[in-house]
């Protein structure tokens, strides 16, 4: 295709919203307009689901659950008064609670002022404020925010070491829907302890964001924490980011969430459009379809060209792969479908992986994020001609793109004015809903992630078998084979997990000695030390 071919194109595909200074580009998908009139009628048909799921009806048949984040942004779209009114008044109790503790209103007993915020969450609870963090916290914030959101008992001890002694003014927030999940509950419970080694109350420094009448709900109000906000049934973890378990944090460092909540709105109002042509969200369904032949053949790189937006492919990576990466579609067939996400950021990427995107495997597909304010205020000339920092950075953009087209690796190009509360709202929402619309397009159910369940049911088993391990090796008392130690634990078919198990106790001085060489785990022998 010549130039003036693909600057017709350009034009055709280009989508443009001046509310939200938003563009997004696909003319460099190299879908044709027989390839778009064939997808006519399963966007028509995901226009509707998109609609009744915002009508309130049954997202997730597993759990009975409707889909409402799309609720959080306009509560008069709720489908009952009563939805309304606790959307309403999570708000208003998220901004009293952050004036609050901004003022002084509400502050630790042996301090005058929080000044630190420590988060607590896994998953859908901690990427996207972990994102909304380092895109819109400004250079010096209301509070610091920290987060802990692994069960890995190094990394706990590294947040806690960056604290020191400011754990006494650090307000702690504990995110879980159930109040039953293990990382969190980890991670609570290891931060309680450390508060108990300085002689501190935890619930007198935490909050909880958890569903109604959960375990940690019924916790927080039974030890008198300071605060206890609502998680929604109907909000899923990954869509949570305008609930209290984004707004909460956002606000206490000051970040502008009626802003966000803002553009949110608007980028939904915009991608209700039931027009492929004139719908952003759409047009990126139809190019994640088209670019892996419906069937997630190519992976999604996400390359942001702004050092803010770092974490954005983090954030898709679980939005995008937990919606979208299903086994069965709706009736129940196989499919194994998914788009697999990765990225980086710009121009770094230029000195790692653009060599392999632009003449390596071409699995893939990339979508560049591009920012055209370079920074608040005026940059200096780093070379003759007026050329600015911000100048090569759109250059090598602008060049990325070129190459790879060149070499018939497909793009897609988002850009937005500036990093502000509103635009990360609108990408944010923008995501939301081509996930949505991506998963009616394959016929399956973007809201429900039994994946993930079987994983923990899983590490639930490990646990459980780790405990029996335990009680027969101090029963035996008398060193034995990993063979022997199975069979006296009553599963003789476990014999790797249970080398796993002792492997890891023995290396936490844990109880557990082993004996033998390590490099023929059948010659060992176990003991209880």
């Not at 958890?210 to 206890?228: I, V």
């Not at 079987?454 to 027969?472: F, N, S, Y």
């Amino acid at each position: 295709m010549d130039a003036a071919a693909l600057w017709q194109r350009y034009q055709d595909w280009l989508y443009y919203h001046e509310g939200l200074g938003f563009y997004l580009d696909v003319s460099r998908m190299r879908f044709d307009d027989a390839f778009v009139g064939a997808l006519k009628p399963k966007f028509e048909k995901a226009f509707k689901d998109m609609a009744a799921l915002e009508a309130g009806a049954i997202a997730n048949p597993d759990e009975n659950r409707m889909v409402g984040h799309y609720w959080l942004r306009d509560p008069d779209l709720a489908p009952s008064p009563a939805l309304k009114q606790e959307i309403v008044e999570t708000l208003e109790q998220v901004e009293a609670f952050a004036e609050k503790v901004h003022t002084g209103a509400i502050h630790p007993p042996y301090a005058p002022k929080f000044t630190d915020v420590l988060s607590i969450g896994i998953g859908g609870s901690a990427l996207g404020p972990e994102f909304v963090a380092a895109a819109l916290a400004p250079d010096l914030p209301l509070m610091g925010i920290h987060f802990i959101d692994n069960t890995d008992p190094a990394g706990i001890d590294s947040t806690l070491s960056q604290l020191k002694d400011r754990l006494k003014s650090t307000l702690v927030i504990v995110i879980s829907k159930s109040g039953g999940t293990p990382d969190t509950r980890n991670g609570m419970v290891e931060v309680q302890h450390a508060y108990s080694l300085h002689n501190l109350n935890f619930a007198q420094h935490a909050v909880a964001i958890t569903g109604h009448d959960s375990g940690l709900d019924k916790l927080a109000k039974s030890e008198g924490w300071l605060e206890t906000f609502p998680m929604h049934d109907w909000v899923g973890g990954r869509t949570s980011e305008m609930s209290a378990v984004g707004l909460l944090p956002a606000a206490l460092q000051g970040i502008g969430i009626g802003e966000m909540l803002a553009g949110a709105k608007e980028m939904d109002v915009a991608t209700r459009v039931a027009e492929i042509k004139r719908n952003p969200a759409a047009l990126l369904a139809l190019s994640w379809y088209y670019a892996g032949n419906g069937r997630g053949e190519k992976d999604m790189v996400v390359l942001p060209y702004k050092d803010s937006l770092l974490l954005f492919s983090r954030y898709l990576q679980q939005l995008v792969m937990e919606s979208l990466g299903k086994e069965k579609d709706l009736e129940g067939n196989t499919v194994c479908q998914g788009i697999a996400v990765y990225g980086n950021k710009g121009s770094t990427d230029q000195h790692a992986y653009v060599q392999q995107l632009r003449e390596g495997v071409p699995n893939f597909f990339a979508t560049f994020i591009e920012v055209l304010e370079d920074r608040n205020g005026p940059s200096p000339e780093v070379e003759a001609g007026g050329i600015t920092s911000g100048d090569y950075l759109s250059g090598f953009l602008q060049g990325t793109r070129e190459a790879l087209f060149e070499n018939l690796r497909d793009s897609i190009t988002v850009t937005v004015g500036q990093v502000n509360p509103g635009t990360v709202g609108a990408l944010i929402a923008l995501y939301e809903r081509a996930v949505g619309f991506y998963a009616s397009l394959v016929n399956i159910n973007a809201y429900h992630q039994p994946g993930v369940e079987a994983g923990k049911k899983a590490a639930a088993a490990i646990l459980d078998l780790q405990k029996r391990v335990l009680q027969v090796l101090k029963a035996e008392g008398a060193p034995m084979t990993l063979e022997a130690l199975a069979e006296r634990a009553g599963v003789p078919d476990r014999v790797e997990s249970i080398y796993k198990i002792v492997r890891h106790l023995a290396a936490n001085r844990r109880g557990v000695v082993l004996q033998g060489n390590l490099a023929e785990p059948a010659s060992l022998r176990v003991s209880a030390s």
